[in-house]
């Protein structure tokens, strides 16, 4: 497994972008995937997870009602949709994919993508 996550950029506050995590090597549509973040001087966050279908999907507090995220299985790619970004969204944000075909913000995934920086501008 081998993750890439793009679509990060600079974005003024009420802005939206897409993040992509795709995996190149092999196939994770058994797998749950997830994105985390991480800010300057603060601990990595759970963002977002989606089970191997995309039937079950979980959000933090913080994002909820502004990000959503969905699966295209056939493309291996994982989708991060962010509306109205806020200057505290600013991060790297990475996706992860679990052994699991379920994820939760309790349990940690095996791979990691990159990281894609976000920046939110007030």
């Known amino acids: 497994v081998q993750l890439q996550a793009s679509g990060g950029g600079l974005v003024q506050a009420g802005g939206s972008l897409r993040l992509s995590c795709v995996n190149s090597?092999?196939?994770?549509?058994?797998?749950?995937v997830g994105w985390f973040r991480q800010a300057p001087g603060k601990e990595r966050e759970f963002v977002a997870t989606i089970s191997w279908n995309g039937g079950i999907t979980t959000y933090a507090d913080s994002v909820k009602g502004r990000f959503t995220i969905s699966r295209d299985n056939a493309k291996n790619t994982v989708y991060l949709q962010m509306n109205s970004l806020k200057p505290e969204d600013t991060a790297v944000y990475y996706c992860?994919?679990?052994?699991?075909?379920?994820?939760?913000?309790?349990?940690?995934?095996?791979?990691w993508g990159q990281g894609t920086q976000v920046t939110v501008s007030s």
């Open positions: 090597r092999r196939t994770t549509s058994n797998n749950a």
């Open positions: 992860g994919a679990w052994l699991s075909s379920y994820g939760n913000s309790a349990t940690t995934p095996r791979y």
